[in-house]
């Protein structure tokens, strides 16, 4: 059996119906190193996902769901530095949230050292204080930091969206 139909044996799909009890949004990595103009890895028109991005911030508010923006807050000697330029050093503009984001005051923000949103962070815990069995994620680096931040909740049991 080839892999692609191996990995293609899935449930039928079903609509979309979330619990709004349970469910969070996560974002990603959206801060200003890979966004505005001086950050040191600016992602050509990574802009364009403001809008999308702020349409579903703004339906989470409304429905009065939890929303976490993760970001990479990194110390200078940090270890990923052997593969990456230096970027989203803690405490600098570089890593805070890009200011087009819809936030609002009971949002909360989780630093982050890996690309996974939960490896080494609080994230799991407070979802689960939350009692959240469901995520919805966006964000910026598919490939990397917000695919790195779906796999996780997803082996810790949680519904990814």
């Known amino acids: 059996m080839a892999t692609d139909t191996f990995s293609e044996q899935r449930m039928p799909a079903q609509p979309l119906t979330l619990d709004p009890t349970r469910t969070a949004v996560i974002v990603v990595d959206m801060v200003n190193e890979f966004f505005e103009p001086g ?7 990574g802009t364009a996902l403001y ?10 508010h409304q429905a009065h769901l939890p929303v976490l923006y ?7 000697d940090d270890a990923l530095f052997k593969k990456r330029i230096p970027h989203c050093l803690r405490d600098t503009w570089g890593a805070q ?5 819809h936030r609002a005051a009971d949002d909360l923000v989780v630093p982050k050292r890996r690309y996974s949103a939960f ?5 799991d815990l407070l ?11 966006v964000g ?14 997803f082996f810790l049991g949680q519904v990814v969206r």
């Not at 949230?97 to 984001?101: E, G, I, N, R, T």
């Open 51 to 60: 809008a999308p991005v702020n349409a579903l911030l703004d339906a989470a």
């Open 39 to 45: 950050g040191k890895m600016v992602l050509a028109g």
């Open 97 to 101: 949230l890009v200011d087009a984001l």
């Open 119 to 123: 490896f080494g962070t609080d994230l």
């Open 70 to 76: 993760t970001n990479q807050w990194l110390r200078p």
């Open 140 to 153: 910026v680096v598919t490939n990397i930091c917000v695919s790195s931040s779906v796999h996780d909740p």
């Open 127 to 137: 979802l689960r204080e939350r009692h959240i069995t469901t995520v919805l994620v």
